[in-house]
């Protein structure tokens, strides 16, 4: 585990409600950014964990997750127990107005009872802190009053739907309970105008399950084709074009509204209390056409679209007046609707369907059902999938045209297994060995924990095959293809290799060509340098069924250029040939049951030199090639490595048999890093890129 997924951090626990959602993943994201640990509980009836995912990678952080209704009051009372929490906000609600009107005693019950639920347990835990989501919708029409416009917080309020109701009730119940114990609350209402906009990264936005209820998430699907025409209900208001007037707020700023109030209520005097609102908005007022014109410029599209008629309950004109916030919080929004615009359209276009995607599925691989050690799908359904796992980005399976053709357990306990062979798992930070475990860097020795043999081997005791990796961030580009990415943050603390190291791993899965890119990204964050070689460990197994043996498999290789070893497995600085087929040789090798046995490293060219440490952008060369007759597979191995570790599986355990699977390991020389000439290839510098690429290709 890496620091980070540790408990302890000194740093404040914030739980946030709804944290899964539009407005709370975006909060998340400014909350680590400003030094605060967050607990995310949200139900998903409006969400999907794959923002949580993303959160992780977004912000570099283990984010701890609970699938739980606020109205459970066992289920929320272990986060209580889980975590010592510092505060908390509370996004978890149902939103739509629309549908209040429809199903009112469903919208009173979640978002009443859901925050009745969570206040009772903040009382009994003591944690006194409450940033609260309110809405605009509290003021109701605030244009039947003179003067209200721009609506400050004195503005009388007077909601007309359910689900403004639920606000204006949570806002009194903060009122009673102030008034009853006010030493012991510290309540900040924040009254939202109209967000919008997404995350500038991409990577997290809004994603409305069914109709969007609001004007930007409608014209995002009309712009990418998930609807026909955008409907302007009205334009013949008294505004500049006809269309009503509103206050649009970026979903960044708003975010930041809410570190802005946790921070007042932070600094506020404990001995006092307090109970306050806060708008939230920009203060100035936008045209429906305005915006729409907004969203036109930034995508680059003429939306189609037709005015209808007036929708009931809208009014002219719902403008902020935010001076409150600017003048205590010391909050005002930065970013204009064109921003706004902007950003949206990035995520828009790079998640066209959101979170949902086809051909995704994921499921518990613990008992205690953890959704970071989920398994997840991807090409589900389809003739080429493939599953990974968290625990060390592992490829747990890959399935063509519907045949198992790899080794994997079917839960996080069988990877956990102290005699299980790394199988399918990213390894490093060192694939393969270091003699005696021993190496010097920048003029400093080092000794690793010997766990092989002699020497230390794949990363010894802090080997990535048992760390947690972030993510997954997982995408669709096009039909064919989709991409799942996982990050490692390992920081020198969690092992024994010099620096704190970010690791990416992406997988590229294309169904139609039946292959599975792996890329390997490594820069340090913080050190001077360290050893690194990073592979995939896949153990393949062709035979129709993997209870038997790989006995038959024909392989042949690049070249029978082989790094000579001792009986140590340590290069003696010679370079032999094996016995074994090359793609050139009129004969595979076959494998039989016992032998030939294999474990070595093979290089590409006997002759390079290799000095690369980012070997991303060679070409991708076949290494190894393999065929089952009984099953008619072939899999070919590509890669833009020097050299490729063969393996034959002699030594598997742990629910295996000897010789059930073979491995590919492409990767940089074995023991490069005590080897004169090929310890640049192995040095990573703070500053520089690792990077290479490994294909698995089957037709
Ligand atoms: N988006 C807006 O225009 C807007 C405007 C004003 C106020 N608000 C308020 O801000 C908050 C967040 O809004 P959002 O736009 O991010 O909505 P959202 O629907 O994207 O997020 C709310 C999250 O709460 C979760 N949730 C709902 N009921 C729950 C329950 N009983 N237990 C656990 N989780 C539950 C949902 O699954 C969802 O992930 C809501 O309270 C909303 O009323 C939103």
């Not at 000579?564 to 600085?573: H, R």
């Not at 833009?640 to 590919?664: C, K, M, N, W």
Request: aromatic content about 10%; charged content about 25%.
């Amino acid at each position: 585990m890496t620091a980070q997924l540790q408990s302890g951090s000194d740093n404040k626990t914030v739980l946030v409600t709804g944290g899964a959602g539009y407005i709370g993943s975006h909060t998340v994201v400014e909350l680590i950014d400003n030094g605060y640990e967050c607990v995310i509980v949200d139900n998903l009836s409006n969400s999907c964990y794959d923002s949580v995912a993303r959160l992780e990678i977004l912000t570099k952080h283990h984010i701890p997750f609970y699938k739980i209704d606020l109205c459970d009051r066992e289920g929320l009372e272990k986060v209580f127990k889980d975590h010592k929490i510092d505060s908390v906000i509370h996004f978890a609600g149902l939103k739509a107005v629309g549908e209040s009107t429809q199903i009112p005693l469903r919208y009173y019950h979640n978002n009443i009872l859901g925050s009745l639920v969570l206040l009772e347990l903040m009382q009994q835990y003591k944690v006194s802190k409450f940033v609260f989501s309110s809405s605009a919708t509290v003021y109701g029409d605030a244009t039947r009053f003179p003067n209200m416009i721009p609506i400050p917080e004195e503005c009388p309020l007077g909601p007309t739907n359910p689900y403004g109701h639920t606000k204006y009730a949570i806002e009194k119940i903060l009122n009673d309970l102030y008034e009853s114990e006010k030493k012991s609350w510290k309540f900040a209402i924040l009254r939202y105008f109209n967000p919008i906009g997404a995350h500038p990264s991409g990577l997290i936005g809004e994603d409305p399950l069914g109709i969007p209820n609001n004007l930007l998430p409608y014209m995002a699907q009309v712009a990418v084709g998930r609807r026909e025409k955008l409907y302007v209900f009205g334009d013949d208001y008294d505004s500049r074009d006809g269309t009503p007037i509103r206050d649009y707020i970026h979903v960044v700023d708003l975010a930041k509204g809410h570190i802005a109030a946790l921070k007042y209520l932070d600094a506020y005097d404990d001995n006092e209390g307090l109970c306050r609102e806060w708008n939230l908005g920009s203060g100035k007022g936008s045209t429906v056409f305005e915006v729409y014109h907004a969203f036109c410029k930034a995508s680059g599209i003429d939306l189609p679209y037709e005015v209808t008629g007036r929708r009931a309950g809208d009014v002219l004109n719902l403008t902020a007046k935010p001076d409150r916030a600017k003048r205590e919080l010391k909050w005002e929004t930065e970013l204009q609707v064109e921003d706004s615009c902007k950003d949206l359209w990035k995520w828009a276009t790079e998640n066209p369907f959101g979170y949902q995607l086809r051909g995704v599925e994921a499921r518990f691989s613990t008992e205690d059902m953890r959704y970071d050690a989920r398994f997840v799908t991807i090409g589900a359904g389809t003739r080429f999938q493939a599953t990974f796992a968290n625990l060390g980005a592992t490829i747990v399976d890959l399935k063509a045209d519907g045949q198992s053709v790899v080794l994997g357990y079917e839960n996080e306990e069988g990877y956990l297994n102290p005699d299980s062979a790394y199988i399918g798992a990213t390894i490093g930070r060192y694939a393969n060995r270091i003699a005696k475990g021993q190496f010097n860097l920048e003029g400093k020795d080092y000794q690793l924990t010997i766990n092989n043999g002699i020497n230390a081997n794949h990363g010894s005791i802090g080997s990535f095959h048992v760390k947690r990796f972030l993510g997954p961030i997982i995408q669709n580009p096009s039909k064919d293809v989709f991409t799942a990415e996982y990050m490692l943050v390992d920081n020198d603390t969690d092992t024994e290799f010099p620096g704190d190291l970010l690791v990416f791993v992406q997988y590229t899965l294309n169904v139609a060509k039946k292959s599975l890119e792996i890329e390997y990204k490594g820069k340090l964050t913080a050190g001077e340098a360290t050893p690194i070689n990073l592979t995939n460990h896949t153990y393949f197994n062709l035979n129709k069924s993997h209870e038997d043996t790989i006995k038959g498999t024909e392989i042949k290789v690049a070249s029978k250029k082989s790094v000579d070893v001792d009986k140590y497995i340590i290069p003696t600085g010679n370079i032999v040939d094996r016995d074994i087929a090359t793609f050139d040789s009129s004969k595979p090798t076959v494998l039989g049951p016992k032998n030939p046995q294999y474990d070595y490293c093979f290089v590409v060219d006997e002759n390079a030199k290799p000095k690369q440490i980012n070997t991303s952008n060679n070409e991708l060369k076949p290494v190894a090639r393999a065929f089952h007759p009984e099953s008619n597979i072939t899999l070919e191995v590509l890669s833009t490595e020097p050299t490729y570790q063969i393996y034959t599986g002699d030594f598997l355990s742990a629910g295996y048999t000897a010789r059930q699977g073979f491995a590919v390991e492409p990767g940089r020389y074995v023991d490069a890093i005590n080897q004169k000439d090929w310890k640049s290839c192995v040095t990573l510098k703070n500053g520089e890129t690792y990077g290479s690429k490994i294909v698995y290709r089957f037709s």
